[in-house]
C-alpha cells in the first residue's frame, strides 16, 4: 500500500519517450467503487497551481506503470 503523499514525490516519466511529465498534483478517486481512476500532473509552465498553461496531463490509472 502507498499513501497520496508518497505518491505524491514520484516522478512522472513517459514510456513512449522518457521525457519527465512532472510530479502528481492530484488524484482522481471513483468513491462509489473506492478506486483511484486518474492522476493529474500538471502541465508545464504551472507552478504551485500559479501560472498556468492550461494544461494538464490526466493519466488513466489503467496506464500506469
Do not use: C, T, Y
Not at 502541465?43 to 492550461?54: A, I, N, R, Y
Amino acid at each position: 500500500m502507498i499513501k497520496i503523499s508518497e505518491l505524491q514525490a514520484k516522478d512522472v516519466v513517459s514510456i513512449s519517450d522518457g521525457r519527465k511529465l512532472g510530479q502528481i498534483q492530484d488524484v482522481e478517486l471513483d468513491l462509489r467503487n473506492g478506486v483511484v481512476k486518474a492522476i493529474i500532473v500538471p502541465g508545464e509552465g504551472k507552478w504551485f497551481g500559479l501560472l498556468s498553461s492550461g494544461h494538464e496531463w490526466v493519466i488513466p490509472w489503467d496506464q500506469i506503470v
